[in-house]
């Protein structure tokens, strides 16, 4: 039986993360639901308190001081619950719910069918799908995986979706050390698996239905960020041919 721990990171979420959609989550699954609260400066923390209390055997709080951003709370919550040693699969998913829940359950049942695997969520536009993305987000978006694909070759349409899941022993990979990205930490989960040959175990999942939820904080000023975390990136990984 597969036990599943998702991380769901919360910064400043008090208006966005809505407490019916984590409660459909638990209720139409058997995951354990972690709400990290990343030193949150609102009343995030009493808003995730209200979430816990109906469901305190399988939702709980990380509740961080020090804001630190995505990448380390996801960083940290991930490194307690591999230490737990009680999970079969750790994942995470964004607070603002743009992956909708009926795409996650989706997501659980396609890795009950291959636990062995690692998954990951793909915003592509297909036919009958609604992937309703912000036209400079996915422009943004697709400059960055073209040229970091032409660097490591790591083969994935979509490394920044904010919905994976991955199997403890390859969790133990991709959260090995620290971040040195804090907006490409998605990439930097994928440049330590392929270093490790461990790309061959996972697969991209085309979500039918994800929507750009307002209030997200990417724009065009973090291009300049992103940049400098891209030239981080290949001057502190080596590039693995395969």
């Given at each position: 039986?597969?036990?599943?721990?998702?991380?769901?990171?919360?910064?400043?979420?008090?208006k966005r993360i809505k407490k019916e959609l984590v409660v459909s989550l638990l209720a139409q699954s058997s995951v354990?639901?972690?709400l990290a609260n990343d030193g949150s400066t609102d009343n995030t923390i009493i808003v995730l308190e209200d979430i816990v209390?109906?469901?305190?055997?399988?939702?709980?709080?990380?509740?961080?001081?020090?804001?630190?951003?995505k990448a380390t709370t996801i960083y940290n919550a991930a490194n307690e619950l591999i230490s737990k040693d009680i999970y079969s699969h750790i994942g995470y998913f964004d607070a603002d719910f743009s992956t909708p829940v009926p795409e996650m359950l989706k997501m659980l049942?396609?890795?009950?069918?291959?636990?062995?695997?690692?998954?990951?969520?793909?915003?592509?536009?297909?036919?009958?799908?609604?992937?309703?993305?912000?036209?400079?987000?996915?422009?943004i978006g697709r400059i960055i995986v073209t040229l970091v694909n032409f660097r490591?070759?790591?083969?994935?349409?979509?490394?920044?979706?904010?919905?994976?899941?991955?199997?403890?022993?390859?969790?133990?990979?991709?959260?090995?050390?620290?971040?040195?990205?804090?907006?490409?930490?998605?990439?930097?989960?994928?440049?330590?698996?392929?270093?490790?040959?461990?790309?061959?175990?996972?697969?991209?999942?085309?979500?039918?239905?994800w929507t750009d939820v307002e209030g997200s904080k990417l724009g065009w000023k973090t291009a300049f960020k992103i940049l400098k975390e891209?030239?981080?990136?290949?001057?502190n990984y080596n590039v693995k041919v395969s």
């Open positions: 039986m597969q036990k599943i721990a998702i991380i769901i990171p919360c910064y400043n979420e008090e354990d639901v972690y209390k109906d469901f305190n055997e399988r939702c709980f709080i990380f509740n961080y001081k020090q804001n630190r951003g049942k396609e890795l009950y069918r291959k636990p062995e695997f690692f998954i990951t969520g793909c915003r592509v536009k297909l036919l009958n799908t609604n992937i309703d993305r912000k036209l400079y987000r996915h422009i490591f070759k790591l083969g994935v349409y979509d490394t920044q979706c904010g919905a994976k899941i991955f199997p403890v022993s390859i969790a133990k990979t991709a959260f090995n050390k620290p971040f040195l990205t804090s907006w490409l930490f998605d990439m930097e989960i994928f440049i330590r698996l392929k270093n490790n040959d461990l790309m061959f175990n996972g697969r991209e999942f085309p979500l039918r239905n891209m030239y981080i990136l290949t001057t």
